[in-house]
C-alpha cells in the first residue's frame, strides 16, 4: 500500500507509539480524573519524558525538531485513543511557537526545555468579557514604571491556569511614538502578587478547567515581556495557526474515537435481524461522519505544513478552514456516535455522551465558525465585510 | 556487554489472519506486520542490561523484504544496530530451518547474550530459542522472567507453574523471556528521529553463504498437510439463578471436566 506523504516512516513510527501511550490511558482515565476534579499531569509528564509534547520545539531547546505536522499526529492520536490533551494546543503550539519565533534568548532557555519535557506549562490568556471574538477589542494594559511593567485587567474563559506556572497575557501598550495602543505579551507568574484566577464552573467533563483572570495592577521586571515591545502583534499571529491547527487535530482525534466506538456498536448489536450497522438508517450516517472526519484530517495536515514551511498566510486560510471543518465533523460523529448507541450512547460506561459539550467547544474555540465564515467570506472570497 | 536480540514481525494479532490456499503459510500480504510483541520484552531488557553494564545492541530479524517493520522499532526504542536477513530462498522455513539461518547469522557476529522472545505470535512452536542455542553450542535459559548479569555469569528467574526457578550459566548464553520480565518502553520522538541513522545490514544468503537448500521450502523437513479454519466459537450457556445456580454451575463444570 502506497502512503500518503504527509506519513512519513517516521510520523507513522511516531502515531503508532503516541497511539499505544493513548491505549493505556484512553477515555476511562481522562474521563474520571475530569469527574474527580483531578488533573491529568500522569499522562502530559510521560508523554513529555518521550518526547512527544516537545516535537515541534527546536532540537537546541531539547525539543524534537520537527513541526506543528508532528504535534498534529501527537494530539489526534491521543484524541483518537479518548485523552486529548488540551494544554497541547496552548503550551508547546502557541506559547512554544511564540517563544521559539519572537522571544528573547533568555526567555528561550527558561521555558522552551521545560515545554518539551513536560515539566513546564503556561497558559494563554486573550479572551476577555467584553473581547472573544472581536479581540481587536482587548483593554488589558501595561504601563511603563521605571524598568518594570504593570498589568490591568481581565481575561475568561483561559484554560488551565491551576496546572500553569505561568500566563502568557495578550495586553496592550501604549506606542512611544503614536501614543496609539499595540499589543504586547508578558508572562505572568501564577503566584505575582495581584494576579487572581478562579475557576468559571463549565459544563465540560475534563480534567482542565477554564478560569476568569484578574490582573490587579500586577507588576512585572521588564525581561516578563515577550521578545521585543513592538513585535506584538506579529507575536500573537505566530501563536494563532498553531492553535487553530491543534484544535483541529484534537476534533480529528476525538471524531475518530466517536466512530471507532460507534462502528464496533453498531458490528455487534442486533435489535432485530443482522447487526444495527447493515441498516442504512445506521450506516449511512456513519459512512458520511468518516468522509467529514477523513477531509478535515487532510485539511489540517495542509495547514500544518504550510506553517511549518513558514508561508503565515497560506496557512492562516488551511487553519481557518481546517478547525471549521474539524469541528463540524466532530460535533456530527458524535452525536451519530451517541445516536449509534441508543441508550448506551447516554451512558457513562460508553463515554460518548461526555464528548457532547467537548466536541461543541471546538465550534466556539478559539475562535468561533462564524468568525471563520466570516474570515473566508472577506479574505478568499473577497465579499464585502458586514461589521 | 555485547546483546544480540533476535526479533520477528508477525502479522497483526488483532487483524483477521487468512492461510494461503497454495502453501498454507499465513498470508502476510494481506494484513500489517509488526514486531512480535514478546519481542519488545527482548529489547527492552537487552537495553535495560546496556544502560546498566554498557555495551550494545544489535537486533536480528529474518522475513520477506517488506518485513522491516520489527527491526525498525527495536532501533526506535533504542538498539544500535540491525541486521536484517531476507532471500526469496528462505520463504517457508520451518523452526529447524530458520534456526539454521539466524545461527549462521549469529556466526557472523560477536555477543555475549542472545535474548530472544519465548514464543512468536503467528506460528507459535516456541523452538527457535531452543534449536538455535543448540546450533550454537550455548547454554539455554528458557521462560525467564528476571535476568542478572555478573561479570561473566547470568542468572534468571524462570517462571515455572508453581513460582520460579533461579538458574545460572557462564556466558555467552542464549535467554528466551516472557512478558512478566518488564515493560517495554514506547520509542521516544528522538529515538524515532535516531533510528533511521542506525546501520542496517541486509544479508541474503550468498551473503551468510548458506545453501539455499537447507532452508525454505526444500530444506524444511516439516510440511504442512493440510489446514481447516476453526469453527467460529460457539454460544455460551447462561446459568439464570432461579435458587439452584449454583448446582447448575458446578453441574456444568463437571460436564467439562473441569471439577
Ligand atoms: C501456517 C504455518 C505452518 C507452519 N508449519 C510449521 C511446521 O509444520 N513445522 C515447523 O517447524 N514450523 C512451521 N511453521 C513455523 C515457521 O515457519 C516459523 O515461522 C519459524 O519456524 C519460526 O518459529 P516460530 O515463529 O514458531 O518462532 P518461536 O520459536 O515461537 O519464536 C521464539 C522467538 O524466536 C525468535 N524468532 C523466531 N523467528 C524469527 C525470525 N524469523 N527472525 C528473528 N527472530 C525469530 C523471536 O525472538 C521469537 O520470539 C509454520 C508457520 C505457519 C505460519
Ligand atoms: C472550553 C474553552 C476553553 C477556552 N480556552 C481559552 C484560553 O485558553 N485562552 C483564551 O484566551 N480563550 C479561551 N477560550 C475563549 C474562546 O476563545 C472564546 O470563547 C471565543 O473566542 C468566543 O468568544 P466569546 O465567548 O466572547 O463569544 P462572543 O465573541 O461573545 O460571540 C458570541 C457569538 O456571536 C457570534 N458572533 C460574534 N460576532 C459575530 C459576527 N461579526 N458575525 C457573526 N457572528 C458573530 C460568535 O460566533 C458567537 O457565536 C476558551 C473557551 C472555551 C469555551
Known amino acids: ?387 | 556487554m555485547k546483546i544480540v536480540v533476535l526479533v520477528k514481525q508477525v502479522p497483526d494479532t488483532a487483524a483477521d489472519k487468512r492461510l494461503d490456499p497454495d502453501t498454507l503459510a499465513v498470508d502476510r500480504g494481506a494484513v500489517d506486520g509488526l514486531i512480535n510483541e514478546m519481542d519488545e520484552f527482548a529489547v527492552e531488557e537487552a537495553l535495560q542490561l546496556v544502560e546498566k553494564h554498557g555495551g550494545e545492541v544489535t537486533v536480528v530479524s529474518m522475513g520477506p523484504d517488506d518485513a522491516t517493520d520489527a527491526y525498525k522499532k527495536a532501533l526506535q526504542m533504542g538498539a544500535d544496530k540491525a541486521v536484517f536477513l531476507s532471500d526469496p530462498a528462505l520463504a517457508g522455513s520451518d523452526a529447524l530451518a530458520t534456526s539454521e539461518a539466524l545461527a549462521k547469522v549469529l556466526g557472523t557476529l560477536e555477543y555475549d547474550l542472545v535474548i530472544l522472545g519465548s514464543e512468536a505470535s503467528d506460528a507459535r512452536t516456541s523452538l527457535v530459542p531452543a534449536l538455535l542455542a543448540e546450533r550454537l553450542g550455548l547454554p539455554q535459559l528458557t521462560f525467564a522472567s528476571k535476568v542478572e548479569v555478573d561479570g561473566s555469569a547470568i542468572r534468571v528467574n524462570r517462571l515455572t507453574d508453581y513460582g520460579h526457578d533461579v538458574v545460572e550459566a557462564a556466558l555467552p548464553a542464549v535467554v528466551s523471556v516472557v512478558e512478566k520480565i518488564n515493560e517495554p518502553r514506547y520509542p521516544s520522538f528522538k529515538g524515532i528521529m535516531a533510528a533511521k541513522k542506525k546501520p542496517v545490514e541486509a544479508l541474503d544468503l550468498a551473503g551468510l553463504g548458506l545453501d539455499a537448500g537447507s532452508v525454505g521450502w526444500a530444506g524444511s523437513r516439516s510440511k504442512v498437510l493440510d489446514a481447516t479454519v476453526a469453527p467460529p466459537r460457539a454460544k455460551g450457556t447462561i446459568v439464570t439463578d432461579e435458587g439452584n445456580g449454583g448446582s447448575e454451575l458446578v453441574g456444568f463444570l463437571a460436564s467439562k471436566k473441569f471439577v
Open chain 1, 1 to 387: 500500500m502506497t502512503e500518503f506523504p504527509f506519513e512519513s516512516e517516521e510520523r507513522r513510527a511516531l502515531r503508532s507509539a503516541v497511539a499505544a501511550l493513548g491505549k493505556r490511558y484512553g477515555s476511562a482515565y481522562m474521563q474520571g480524573k475530569g469527574r474527580a476534579g483531578e488533573d491529568s499531569n500522569e499522562l502530559w509528564l510521560e508523554a513529555g519524558k518521550l518526547g512527544y509534547l516537545g516535537v515541534s520545539l527546536p532540537e537546541q531547546y531539547g525539543g524534537g525538531g520537527g513541526g506543528i505536522a508532528d504535534l498534529v499526529i501527537v494530539q489526534e492520536e491521543l484524541g483518537a485513543a479518548g485523552c486529548p490533551l488540551l494544554l497541547l494546543v496552548v503550551t508547546p503550539a502557541i506559547c512554544g511557537s511564540i517563544i521559539a519565533r519572537f522571544g528573547t534568548q533568555a526567555q528561550k532557555q527558561r521555558f522552551l526545555p521545560g515545554f518539551a519535557d513536560g515539566t513546564e506549562r503556561m497558559a494563554f490568556g486573550i479572551t476577555e468579557p467584553d473581547a472573544g471574538s472581536n479581540s481587536h477589542a482587548i483593554t488589558t494594559t501595561a504601563r511603563r514604571d521605571g524598568a518594570d511593567w504593570i498589568l490591568k485587567g481581565r481575561k475568561v474563559f483561559i484554560s488551565g491556569v491551576d496546572n500553569c506556572a505561568t500566563t502568557m497575557i495578550v495586553s496592550r501598550t501604549e506606542d512611544a511614538r503614536t501614543g496609539k495602543l499595540k499589543p504586547a505579551l508578558f508572562i505572568v507568574p501564577r503566584e505575582a502578587p495581584g494576579f487572581e484566577y478562579r475557576a468559571i464552573p463549565m459544563e465540560l467533563i475534563s480534567p482542565d478547567r477554564q478560569f476568569e483572570l484578574y490582573l490587579d495592577d500586577v507588576r512585572l521586571p521588564a525581561d516578563a515581556l515577550v521578545g521585543d515591545e513592538d513585535a506584538g502583534i506579529a507575536q500573537v499571529f505566530a501563536g494563532l495557526n498553531p492553535e487553530r491547527i491543534m484544535v483541529a487535530a484534537l476534533a480529528n482525534g476525538i471524531a475518530r474515537h466517536a466512530l471507532d466506538k460507534a462502528v464496533a456498536y453498531a458490528r455487534e448489536r442486533t435489535v432485530f435481524r443482522g447487526p444495527i450497522g447493515s441498516h442504512q438508517g445506521i450506516a449511512h450516517p456513519l459512512a458520511q461522519a468518516k468522509i467529514e472526519v477523513e477531509l478535515a484530517r487532510l485539511m489540517t495536515q495542509k495547514a500544518a505544513l504550510l506553517n511549518d514551511a513558514g508561508d503565515d498566510l497560506g496557512a492562516g486560510e488551511a487553519a481557518n478552514m481546517a478547525k471549521y471543518a474539524a469541528a463540524e465533523a466532530v460535533t456530527h460523529a458524535v452525536d451519530q456516535a451517541v445516536q449509534t448507541l441508543g441508550g448506551n450512547g447516554l451512558t457513562q460506561e460508553y463515554g460518548l455522551a461526555a464528548l457532547i459539550n467537548f466536541a461543541r467547544v471546538t465550534r466556539v474555540a478559539p475562535v468561533s465558525r462564524e468568525m471563520i465564515l466570516n474570515f473566508v467570506a472577506q479574505h478568499t472570497l473577497g465579499l464585502p465585510k458586514s461589521y
